[in-house]
């Protein structure tokens, strides 16, 4: 088992700035690729964003170029730098991690953007 920790996540006003992050423990690997999701109250789960272990990264569209993913391999952690955020980017924010077939979450860590 792979568990999963967020931190991060607090209140910030439009246009302002977050730094989530999501360190891994347990029965991890040495290949894996995390990412984020987020899901706001009555809405779908959503992709955020995703990093391999070589470093390639994913977006979604309406993150590109405010968001920016980034990782530790050594200490199993993941990274998210949010900028410009939005109101409606308000939501919980959840890390994944990936390697093969499975698959692990995180409990979520909650974002709210709002002045």
């Known amino acids: 088992q792979v568990q999963l920790v967020e931190s991060g996540g607090g209140l910030v006003q439009p246009g302002g700035s977050l730094r989530l992050s999501c360190a891994a423990s347990g029965s991890t690997f040495s290949l894996y690729t995390m990412g984020w999701y987020r899901q706001a109250p009555g809405n779908e789960r959503e992709f955020v964003a995703s990093i391999t272990n070589g470093g390639n990264t994913h977006y979604a569209d309406s993150v590109k170029g405010r968001f920016v993913i980034s990782r530790d391999n050594a200490k199993h952690t993941a990274t998210l730098q949010m900028n410009s955020l939005k109101p409606e980017e308000t939501a919980v924010y959840l890390c994944?991690?990936?390697?093969?077939?499975?698959?692990?979450w995180g409990q979520g860590t909650q974002v709210t953007v709002s002045s």
């Open positions: 994944v991690y990936w390697s093969g077939r499975l698959e692990y």
